[in-house]
């Protein structure tokens, strides 16, 4: 087990408080009606998968019930650095 730092809680706190939100920094359609199925499957299910830094959502289900996002290394699963959505990484990685 290991600690997660809550950006909006401003502790750290136990993993199992936490739940995975999928990839973060996905830029949303400006305009979902205007694209094919084919634009819209890739939107909703093809993510990046990658060995190293990667940036998450994560949510603090058992906290403040807000989302955040993390830089995570995907081979050690070491938490980077935690950061609200809406601000930019300080780690690099992919995004």
């Not at 019930?65 to 992919?94: C, D, L, M, S, W």
Request: with cysteine; hydrophobic share 25%.
């Amino acid at each position: 087990m290991f600690n997660i730092y809550c950006p909006h809680c401003g502790e750290h706190r136990e993993e199992e408080e936490f739940h995975y939100g999928g990839e973060a920094h996905i830029a949303r359609p400006a305009d979902p009606n205007a694209l094919s199925d084919k634009e819209w499957a890739e939107y909703l299910f093809l993510r990046k998968n990658p060995r190293g830094l990667h940036h998450e959502m994560w949510y603090h289900a058992a906290g403040c019930r807000k989302f955040f996002n993390a830089t995570r290394h995907t081979v050690t699963y070491e938490i980077k650095e935690t950061y609200k959505v809406g601000e930019q990484p300080q780690q690099g990685g992919q995004s």
